[in-house]
């Protein structure tokens, strides 16, 4: 590891070679860390800052949220698949 | 009903009255001369504040911005491209600040009949070292050629040869500001850090003074193969290409597309620089409403004039309409005296105004920010003379529409009968 | 005599300002061609408002008026102009001459108007006038510089030039001394005798009136004796 940069130097090869190499072709890659089947996710939009949603009649329910990005969140409690949900109004 | 006639009379009122109608006149000729020289004057202001800003702006500028990829590798892998992938600490794609394949857009772009020109350009970071303090500072590697062709740039070297940047290896220009912070002279050669540590000389071969006073101090110009020497790339390393269009309006479409068709970020002039624009449409208007004020004034008086005119010559509108002429005729008579007064009132004017521009134009007007401004700018615009010609005529015929319509509706026999 | 050229039927005017007066009430006349009219009557007695009336400026009356065998009434002020350019010529006390044009301009302004004939010939037909009343050496002189007579030998000029079917006087000698009244008159009276022209003068000068073919005497808005 670079102390300063705190980077990681990795080595890769081609699995499968390309026809052709240019000259300063640099590449970009994601590392696997972890997969989860049948993981229950809703877009970020619909998350309370409070991490609760609006159920249909106006019903707030806390959920246990798991990994998350802009688009969409990952519930690990708390809602199930058939579960209807509202879109906050802003 | 012959014109011919109805001038014929009208000219001999008019005559018959100079003093008043070299008045009424004079009113006109003074508004737009006022007008021309006012708009002259601010728009040859406006365009040396756009030449100071604009005229040095790519209409589209393509970069390459540092970003994450919005296509991450993973999300085309074949195994993970229909699973949600949560990436995190996404880091942005190489450090690569270059556009691809430079050469071939830099080509296909002189192809572009929309395109006027292309310079492309290098951006360096770099630390310029005075003994033991270091000075951060900007070197633009350029092609000489074009950007004085297209953003005028040799008109900014103040001192210097701009073309020695190509013949001279390892040359720069200097900012008018950094050179005085530096205390380097032409001829004098200055050390360079980049942001990787490296070290080298170069050789100053002129100045540039645009001003911008922040620019000044911090900027500095080489050739294109000089910094990508600096920055140790090859030679198609560029980070930016100005383009310059026939039309500037069409930047904002032009923009997209070559976002689209070149895959780099690209900005448009217009999206850039709204404010500019602004300002110069503010100090437009300005000119205009005081040119116009000008112009109403003069109506008045030309509107004063005739009213007095149609009283003094009630006797005569009752004979002319007792032998026959309509009150139709007699309206014509009298808008045919306003148009006069305002077309040759008019048409002095703007020869004054010509004049009297000519006349700013030859005052010395020095500035340590522009370099290239000797005298006051004027803009001779035939515009201008255009516009002033319509709105005087359009004023008097206004100013002149209602004392023409009283003089249609003088009764003779009241006339006739009064005396 | 021939046909009529000015008839008047049942010509009803008043003025109500401030109360209502009528100053003419139902005036009833026509002249033929060629005849030589004198209206008279009292200061006041409606004569001139039945000339003002005649002659188509005033047109807020009630009856009839006939002119060349055409009826005035309900035509637009254009149509009305045109009829007094081509068919009245006009003579007022004052001399009401253009003072910013020559003479010549003043006496050619009616016929340009018409634009009966290209402005050479109305040029021609000016001088013409002009040397027919003697004044064709003032041709050149601009109106403000003539006598009062010159002038209304001038204005005469300027009644005849478009060849009027009717020449409508007010007062023609009324502002002049007796010598150039004298003339004024024999002016007329030639006309009336060698060419035949139709004149209506209103005057208060019953010498003037006395030599006229025929006169008509106004009192109070009526017309008395004719």
Redesign the interface.
Known sequence: MNEQTRSFTVKAAFIAKPETLYPGLSVEANIVIQSKEMALTIPRSYLLPDSTVHLSKGVIRKVKVGLADYQKVEILDGLNKDDVIYKPVQ | MKSHLIIRIAKSLLLARWRQTLVAAVGVTFSIAMFITLLGFMNGLNKLLDGLIINRIAHVRLFKEIKPNAHQPINSSDRFKHSYNFIRTVKSESSRQAIYNSGAVLRALKKDDRVSGVAPRITAQVFFNDGVVDITGVINGIDVEAESHLFHFNEYVTAGKPIDLKHVSSSIILGKGLAAKLLANIGDVVQVTTAQQERFSLKVVGYFQSGLQEVDKTQSFASLATTQKILARPSDYITDIQVKLNDLSLAPGVAREYAKLFDTETEDIQTANAQFETGSFIRSLISYSVGITLLIVAGFGIYNILNMMIYEKMDSIAILKATGFSGFDVNRIFIAIALSIGFFGGIVGLLFGFLLSSIIDQIPFNTAALPTIKTYPIDYNPVFYLIATTFSLVTTYLAGWAPARKASKIDPVVIIRGK | MGENVLQAKGICKSFHDPVRIMVLKDVTFSISKGEFVSVIGKSGCGK?TLL?IL?T??TDYKGELFIDQENMLGRS??QL??I???KIG?V???H??????TVL?NVM??G????RWPEAEVKLRALEKLRMLDIQALSGKMANQLSGGEKQRVAIA?ALI?DPIIIMC?EPTGNLDKANGLTVFNIFKLLAQEQHQTLLVVTHDQEFAKNTHRIIEMDDGRIVRQ
Not at chain 3, 96 to 101: G, I, K, R, T
């Open positions: 001139s003002y002659s400026m005033d002020e254009k102009a045109r007094r350019n081509e006009f007022f006390q004052f009401y001459l253009l003072n910013e044009f301009e302004l009616p340009l108007k018409l634009a300027r478009n007010d």
